[in-house]
């Protein structure tokens, strides 16, 4: 019974979220256009599934996704599990929360894999570029990006550096490989950052990191548990921008090769010509 008044409470301020949203779209469509809602019972019906599924989904959320990642954070950071028999930590060293790192890495990939948004984005890239972008290779890039990103982030957590060191160097490099990078590729990159901090990967890290802050001895929950989200976008974009370097650079070799090859057997067909020439000459010398 409770669950079921949670329910209503969720559905209730889902509502009250949506509302400004539909009000915008109702407003440009009969003031603005001025024309009339095809189809307005599929529309309405849509609505109610979108309101429903937002509702169930952020329930979801509260019951499960948070309490798992917050869970599994402090397991990994318990003392006995670092430790066996240690209940309290002399010291903190950084490489004693290795599986910390791994879990924060496998979580980072398979939410970004499982991702709805990066899914779509990934589809309509294909089409547009009609192939030239691969979808699942845009997605693996994107998700190695964010598991790369989240381990670093975890990694931050542990040693208790500034988040502002690690945001700085990463958009120097983002900057750096703007110059580089292929201009087709550069603003799906920038995408890529943004379409990855969506409905499924965000709730786990963020319990993740909170997890992480709350179980650390010395770590400020509020100052170090947040932050991994940042890491989640930032990441992405290296990842993408450096998969389409070492494309082209691939492809660029590939290129070369096949162009000395082709010269390689010109020269051949030429020196054969000549030698047939000089045998022809040197009959008729005859």
């Not at 937002?54 to 990642?69: H, Q, R, V, Y």
């Not at 703007?178 to 990855?196: Q, R």
């Not at 997890?211 to 974009?237: E, K, M, N, Q, W």
Request: overall charge positive; glycine content about 8%; aromatic content about 10%.
């Amino acid at each position: 019974m409770d669950l079921f008044f949670e329910f209503l409470n969720t559905l209730k301020n889902t509502v009250v979220d949506v509302l400004p949203i539909i009000s915008i779209i109702l407003g440009f469509q009969l003031l603005v256009i001025r024309k009339p809602i095809p189809h307005v019972k599929q529309v309405g019906f849509g609505f109610i599934y979108v309101l429903i599924g937002l509702t169930l989904f952020l329930l979801g959320l509260e019951k499960a996704l948070f309490p798992l990642g917050k869970m599994m954070a402090e397991q990994l950071t318990a003392p006995e599990f670092i430790h066996a028999g240690e209940q309290v930590l002399a010291s903190i060293h950084w490489s004693d929360y290795m599986w910390v790192y791994v879990f924060a890495a496998a979580i980072g990939f398979s939410t970004t894999i499982a991702e709805p948004s990066l899914i779509a984005v990934a589809i309509k890239a294909e089409e547009v570029s009609g192939g030239a972008i691969n979808a699942n290779s845009l997605r693996i890039s994107v998700a190695i990006g964010v598991a790369v990103g989240i381990a670093v982030g975890s990694y931050r957590i542990v040693v208790g550096h500034p988040i502002h060191y690690y945001i700085i160097a990463g958009y120097i490099i983002v900057v750096i490989q703007t110059f580089f990078c292929p201009k087709l590729i550069v603003p799906l990159a920038y995408d890529s950052g943004g379409v990855t901090t969506s409905t499924v990967t965000v709730p786990l890290v963020a319990a993740l990191g909170l997890g992480l802050a709350s179980t650390i001895p010395g770590r400020s929950p509020l100052i170090d548990g947040f932050g991994l989200i940042a890491f989640a976008s930032l990441f992405p974009i290296i990842a993408v921008m450096a998969y389409a370097q070492i494309t082209e650079a691939k492809t660029k070799r590939v290129e070369k090769k096949l162009e000395i090859r082709n010269k390689n057997k010109l020269t051949k067909r030429n020196l054969k010509h000549k030698q047939q020439d000089f045998l022809t000459e040197s009959k008729e010398d005859r």
